[in-house]
């Protein structure tokens, strides 16, 4: 009798370590050169990139990462379907998510916040497209149709940027809905993405457009996964992510070719309206003669090639920014012959009966707070919940962070202050 339990309990225990080592195999076989182990490739396949059909694509998105010393578990970067109008279907390729392209500006260390999204106004219409694919006998078509989806018809973002220890504003193209969007098979038809959430969509896409301009350097090349998917390209199966300018901006829509209008020079009107817009909110945000002088300078070689009127509208918001700091300037000095002491009035003795500010007469005033300090109150002044501050917050700890270390610590001293003034109403 104690055999047989012994014998029962000894096949139950073997049952239940064979179920415990029995596992699904990975959707995608793992590869010979991936070496992390098989759960973490089955952690990337079936919940960091559940919609990838190809090993080589997943593995591009890790060797991807380490490069660029990212966690691939996060999903910086996106496997993204593009149409290959070569083999007529979908392929795989690797585009950067918004967030690595957020990464990217952050790492520069002058990256100083972002404005919120202005949309234009709504628009609603059904959709419905079909093309011919394929050469020979090997012609077929392809098409697509969807309901009315309701859009904003434009969006656009404003960046700042700390150039020469300013804050400078950095306004983002105007990015229209109709001209962006992913298609189904690349058809002109929204694919589920951007049907479900058109206005969010919209919002990435012109993020990233506004980084580009704000950094040229670090990303003039880099178009995000939200402006890649279901794009038409011509590319052979097994290319994936090597891209240069000329195909991306190809296969985002194919831009219009730069029409030049009469008495503009080498500007289109776009180009001109944008640059036009970019230094007047650029100067509008300066906060030192000194720094206007040196933007000044910098963009001497474009101003000069603007048209009269241009020219006027820039030299108008020069001027306009340069009497805003005089009547700042004045003020502060107003400020500061009220607070000192009036002449002929008496000097408060000390303990020992001598005058408050020791043997000197003519002792120091303690110096007055940074500028950004001052500011920052005055802005804290207006906001009245912790949900807004702590939106604000977020928006300025790029631009507290590359301030020096005691300007850093008053700056989140009054920020905390404020926050306990709040809690405790």
């Keep these: 009798m104690v055999d047989n339990r012994s014998r029962q309990s000894s096949d139950r225990d073997e049952r239940n370590a064979q179920a415990l080592v029995t596992v699904q195999p990975p959707r995608l076989p793992m590869p010979a050169e991936y070496t992390d ?16 059909k190809s090993v080589d694509g997943v593995l591009l998105a890790v060797r991807y990462c380490e490069s660029r010393k990212l966690d691939v578990m996060k999903r910086p970067v996106h496997v993204v379907p ?17 967030g690595e392209i957020r990464i990217t500006a952050s790492r520069t260390g002058v990256y100083a916040g972002i404005d919120d999204c202005a949309f234009g106004p ?12 394929g050469s020979g006998d090997k012609k077929f078509v392809v098409e697509a149709q969807c309901e009315a989806v309701t859009f904003p018809e434009w969006a ?38 951007w049907r479900r959430a058109p206005k969010s969509q919209l919002e990435k896409c012109c993020e990233a457009a506004a980084l580009r301009r704000a950094f040229p350097e670090e990303l003039g090349n880099v178009y995000a996964a939200e402006e890649m998917e279901g794009r038409a390209m011509d590319v052979p199966e097994g290319e994936y992510a090597v891209v240069d300018r000329e195909e991306a901006e190809k296969a985002a829509n194919k831009r219009p070719e730069r029409e030049k209008e009469e008495g503009l020079g080498d500007w289109t009107r776009q180009e001109l309206d944008d640059y036009v817009i970019l230094l007047q909110e650029g100067f509008a945000s300066t906060k030192s003669e000194a720094a206007i002088n040196r933007a000044r300078a910098k963009e001497d070689k474009f101003i000069d090639t603007l048209p009269s009127a241009e020219r006027k509208l820039v030299e108008a918001a020069i001027d306009k ?34 005058p408050e500010g020791g043997n000197n007469p003519e002792a120091p005033e303690p110096p007055s707070e940074p500028r950004y300090i001052v500011n920052l109150r005055k802005l804290l002044a207006e906001i009245t919940t912790i949900e807004d501050l702590d939106g604000f917050e977020t928006d300025e700890k790029p631009y507290i962070a590359g301030m020096a270390a005691d300007e850093q610590d008053m700056a989140r001293d009054v920020i905390q202050h404020h926050r306990d003034t709040l809690s405790s109403q």
């Design 122 to 133: 709504m628009k609603t219409m059904p959709f419905k497209d079909k093309a011919t694919r």
């Design 82 to 98: 593009i149409w290959s109008t070569k083999l007529g279907r979908e392929v795989e390729s690797v585009w950067p998510g918004i």
């Design 321 to 354: 920014a340069m009497s805003r700091l005089a009547v700042e300037q004045a003020e502060r000095d107003r400020k500061a012959a009220k607070a000192a002491p009036q002449e002929g009035k008496e000097p408060s003795e000390g303990a020992d009966g001598a």
């Design 156 to 193: 656009q973002i404003t960046v700042y940027k700390i150039v020469g220890g300013v804050r400078c504003a950095f306004v983002g193209p105007r990015v229209e809905w109709l001209e962006i969007f992913s298609g189904e098979k690349a058809l002109r038809v929204p694919n589920e993405r």
């Design 37 to 52: 182990g098989i759960g973490k490739w089955k952690v990337l396949i079936d919940s960091i990139y559940p919609s990838a």
